[in-house]
């Protein structure tokens, strides 16, 4: 299957109506706060001489940071505009980007075949996937990391909902980069939490590692608290 019609839409908006101002998407948290933590976790069971391929790389922050601890990052998003605004933030440095729908088979199958078995970066995709998709989008990361491979993969959970309805819930509404994201349509922390490890499951991944932890966002409450999402960390390995 692939994404639905409104899917890809509301991201293709979301990505066109956002500069190339470092944090104006309310995930793009600066890497010392999301890719560094997370590869040092993820580095004990990586091969740092494999590619690894930032699944729904957005604007390619984390990318760029990963392509400094690993020999090779490709970095893959749905959305066309993401992609560019990736492209135009490299500078010069070897990092490939690409669109690519995580939930259309045969162009990941194309991928893996083009890179080989490859390590996976996957920050907060399934969750916000349309129910549909997810299971693909678990394939995928499979797919990708082969049987060499390995994957890094953090979910927001549902106490990230009770953190959002609380940011949303201000007698001035939402903050404005929450504000864009309900606009465009977009459904942050909207899978159950015993839902991402049955995914995994099913996708024939070995959970090698996990851990609870939180999502960074570029925003904050009226109070000034920043905004932190609970999330689940997993290192994955195929079966």
């Excluded at 990318?63 to 749905?78: I, K, N, P, Q, S």
Aim: negative net charge; charged residues 25%; hydrophobic residues 40%.
């Amino acid at each position: 299957m692939n994404v639905s019609d409104n899917y890809r839409n509301a991201w293709e908006s979301y990505w066109r109506e956002t500069s190339d101002e470092t944090g104006e998407a309310i995930w793009d948290s600066a890497p010392s706060l999301t890719a560094e933590p997370h590869s040092q976790l993820f580095l004990p069971y990586a091969d740092r001489d494999r590619t690894i391929v930032d699944l729904g790389c957005g604007n390619g922050t984390q990318t760029r940071y990963l392509a400094t601890r690993f020999t090779r990052a490709v970095g893959v998003d749905l959305s066309h505009a993401a992609v560019e605004h990736a492209r135009r933030a490299v500078h010069g440095d070897p990092i490939e980007f690409q669109q690519l729908d995580l939930t259309d088979t045969g162009a990941v199958r194309a991928l893996h075949e083009r890179l080989g078995d490859s390590h996976v970066y996957m920050r907060a995709v399934i969750h916000q996937s349309e129910p549909d998709a997810r299971a693909a989008v678990a394939d995928a990361v499979a797919e990708i990391i082969g049987t060499e491979g390995r994957a890094f993969v953090v979910e927001l959970t549902s106490g990230s909902r009770d953190v959002l309805k609380r940011a949303a819930a201000d007698p001035a509404g939402p903050p404005p980069k929450l504000r864009r994201v309900f606009h465009h349509g977009l459904k942050p922390a909207d899978a159950e939490d015993e839902e991402i490890p049955r995914l995994l499951g099913e996708a024939g991944l070995e959970v090698l590692a996990d851990g609870e932890t939180t999502l960074p966002q570029t925003e904050y409450l009226a109070d000034g608290t920043r905004i932190d999402l609970p999330a689940r960390w997993f290192v994955l390995a195929g079966k």
